[in-house]
């Protein structure tokens, strides 16, 4: 069962422009985890947020953890063909399982 | 160190034969999980180990999946009488577990398994 949803669940955009990937859930999540992922490779981790409200940079990308710790985003600004790829948002319960969300599938166009 | 590997990369089998899948962790990771992704579709958890010991299990780990990590290194994920339905990406992952910090998963690339 996945608890976690995302969307859009497929994105083809222009290089250059900007993009926001929601992960939402009704339940609470310790943490949560986004992934890139190419064909045929495992998930990379990009990072890690904890607490509610958190917001994180990496270069030309923006995550950000719900108040709640139910939902999170992840925009990525000025898009470039190396950003295509499977993004991924997993949540850790109290318990430690991860429960992965139904991926957003970014085709970035020169 | 050269991150989780895992053999063989592709598997094509026969519906009804048993099959083998090897995942070597991260050397200094304790704990291990074994995923299952379809296409289009996120990873599902199926099982996880610390150490040598199998902690947890998912209800979608049918008494034909059985999984070890008898010297709390390697593991092995077996599926005996594959179904066409057991087509899909099995993944591991490794993490170091130490209470109470945090520790990130580490995936390797897969094995893909076609059961034809």
């Given at each position: 069962?996945?608890?976690?949803?995302?969307?859009?669940?497929?994105?083809?955009?222009?290089?250059?422009?900007?993009?926001?990937?929601?992960?939402?859930?009704?339940?609470?999540?310790?943490?949560?985890?986004?992934?890139?992922?190419?064909?045929?490779?495992?998930?990379?981790?990009?990072?890690?947020?904890?607490?509610?409200?958190?917001?994180?940079?990496?270069?030309?990308?923006?995550?950000?953890?719900?108040?709640?710790?139910?939902?999170?985003?992840?925009?990525?600004?000025?898009?470039?063909?190396?950003?295509?790829?499977?993004?991924?948002?997993?949540?850790?319960?109290?318990?430690?399982?991860?429960?992965?969300?139904?991926?957003?599938s970014l085709t970035v166009i020169p | 160190d050269t991150g989780v590997?895992?053999?063989?990369?592709?598997?094509?089998?026969?519906?009804?034969?048993?099959?083998?899948?090897?995942?070597?962790?991260?050397?200094?990771?304790?704990?291990?999980?074994?995923?299952?992704?379809?296409?289009?579709?996120?990873?599902?958890?199926?099982?996880?180990?610390?150490?040598?010991?199998?902690?947890?299990?998912?209800?979608?780990?049918?008494?034909?999946?059985?999984?070890?990590?008898?010297?709390?290194?390697?593991?092995?994920?077996?599926?005996?009488?594959?179904?066409?339905?057991?087509?899909?990406?099995?993944?591991?992952?490794?993490?170091?577990?130490?209470?109470?910090?945090?520790?990130?998963?580490?995936?390797?690339?897969?094995?893909?398994?076609?059961?034809?």
């Open positions: 069962t996945q608890l976690l949803e995302q969307s859009p669940q497929f994105l083809s955009i222009q290089e250059g422009e900007n993009l926001t990937v929601y992960c939402n859930s009704s339940s609470v999540f310790s943490s949560l985890q986004w992934y890139r992922q190419e064909p045929g490779e495992g998930p990379v981790l990009l990072v890690t947020v904890v607490t509610g409200g958190e917001v994180k940079k990496l270069k030309r990308l923006t995550f950000q953890f719900g108040d709640a710790r139910k939902d999170s985003s992840l925009h990525i600004t000025a898009a470039q063909p190396g950003d295509t790829g499977l993004y991924l948002c997993a949540g850790k319960d109290t318990g430690n399982q991860f429960y992965f969300g139904t991926g957003t | 590997s895992q053999n063989p990369r592709h598997k094509i089998t026969k519906r009804g034969q048993n099959v083998t899948f090897r995942c070597d962790p991260i050397s200094e990771h304790n704990r291990l999980y074994w995923y299952r992704q379809t296409l289009g579709q996120g990873p599902e958890f199926l099982t996880y180990f610390q150490n040598e010991a199998q902690l947890e299990k998912s209800r979608l780990l049918s008494d034909r999946f059985s999984a070890e990590r008898p010297k709390g290194s390697f593991s092995t994920l077996e599926i005996q009488r594959t179904e066409q339905g057991d087509s899909a990406m099995y993944l591991c992952a490794s993490s170091l577990y130490d209470y109470p910090t945090y520790n990130e998963q580490f995936f390797g690339p897969g094995t893909r398994l076609t059961v034809l």
